[in-house]
């Protein structure tokens, strides 16, 4: 069959609504896409556990240690099905890491800002796992299949890790005028760089459109953003908290709430790698690598030896 025939099949399930398989023919670019898309995703699971490990010894009591470890772990398991997902299309766990370490790879630019108070880590939970959940409820329809159904898994524990950090926002918002200052402070650092987390506009992002046609994407990066928005200004209000964008306001015409300039500039800066944490953060992961090699010998050590007994048992 011709290309151009395989290509048009190819748009046809797609437009039918039908799930692409890791074994069904697909176009390279949509496999590459995949691979580009889904691996990052991983990545920004991974490289998102060390903003929060910093406050794993510092969280106000017991309970929310508790919360915090949970959500943590989560994150390390969400990153475990993504890099599954993405090796069913032929990319090495081993390449994906390389990719992440020598920088080559992209993660979230959220997780390069510091947190400051124990009030970011409510935060963290309230934008940034509230921005996360805007965009993998999405996912959860996207059109390769694998992608589409660890996402079902992860928007689920997802709603914990937002109900968690809005609830400690809650909770120093109802708690002395000092606790309120902090997660108000909060807010004001995490805002902006919560709304970047869903990529530049529209009309400046070179993927969108061949996204949104191969169904990658069921909403465009605007879309999302204007989504979280919209939702999140409702919660700001109910904690009594001031959304740091004074050209904030809802626009009756257009149903949704009209809102001031992002930095593009910063967002590229933290993206090109020139963020506040982002040489930090690569090193924490080069770290964690290289300082984890000994687990990783031992595991294939013993896988090794557990294959060479079955070996022996079958040949007996
Ligand atoms: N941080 C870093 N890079 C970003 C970015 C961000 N916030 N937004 C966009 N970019 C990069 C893109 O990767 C792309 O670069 P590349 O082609 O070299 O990969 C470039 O900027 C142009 O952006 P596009 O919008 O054209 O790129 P995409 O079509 O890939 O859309 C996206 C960007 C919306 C982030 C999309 O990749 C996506 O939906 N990814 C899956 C969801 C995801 O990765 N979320 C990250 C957060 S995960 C998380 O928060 C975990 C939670 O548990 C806390």
């Not at 979280?228 to 709430?257: C, M, S, Y």
């Amino acid at each position: 069959m011709k290309i151009e025939d395989l290509e048009k099949k190819f748009q046809d399930r797609i437009d039918a609504g039908e799930k692409i398989e890791p074994k069904d023919w697909m176009p390279e670019k949509y496999r590459k896409t995949h691979i580009r898309q889904i691996s990052q995703h991983a990545h920004s699971e991974i490289v998102g556990m060390l903003p929060e490990g910093n406050w794993v010894t510092r969280t106000p009591t017991l309970r929310r240690k508790v919360g915090l470890l949970a959500k943590v772990q989560d994150e390390a398991g969400h990153g475990l099905y993504l890099y599954s997902a993405a090796e069913t299309l032929g990319i090495s766990r081993d390449e994906m890491f390389r990719q992440l370490h020598t920088g080559k790879a992209k993660y979230s630019s959220i997780f390069n800002y510091p947190t400051m108070t124990w009030a970011d880590i409510g935060t963290i939970g309230w934008l940034v796992d509230g921005a996360a959940i805007i965009n993998q409820v999405m996912l959860t329809r996207t059109s390769f299949g694998p992608y589409a159904r660890a996402m079902v898994r992860i928007c689920k524990e997802e709603s914990f890790h937002q109900r968690q950090g809005f609830e400690m926002i809650l909770t120093l918002c109802n708690g002395t005028a000092i606790q309120k200052e902090m997660a108000q402070d909060a807010l004001n650092r995490w805002w902006w760089p919560s709304l970047m987390m869903f990529g530049p506009r529209d009309e400046e992002s070179p993927n969108t459109e061949q996204s949104v046609k191969w169904k990658i994407k069921r909403k465009t990066n605007d879309e999302l953003r204007q989504q979280f928005i919209d939702i999140t200004v409702e919660q700001a209000k109910v904690a009594g908290l001031t959304i740091p964008d004074p050209d904030l306001k809802w626009n009756e015409e257009r149903g949704h709430h009209d809102f001031g300039a992002i930095d593009w500039s910063e967002f590229w800066r933290v993206v090109k790698g020139n963020g506040p944490l982002n040489k930090e953060r690569l090193k924490a992961r080069n770290d964690a690598w290289d300082n984890g090699e000994w687990v990783r010998d031992a595991a294939m050590a013993h896988s090794e030896k557990q294959a060479q007994k079955e070996e022996l048992k079958k040949a007996v």
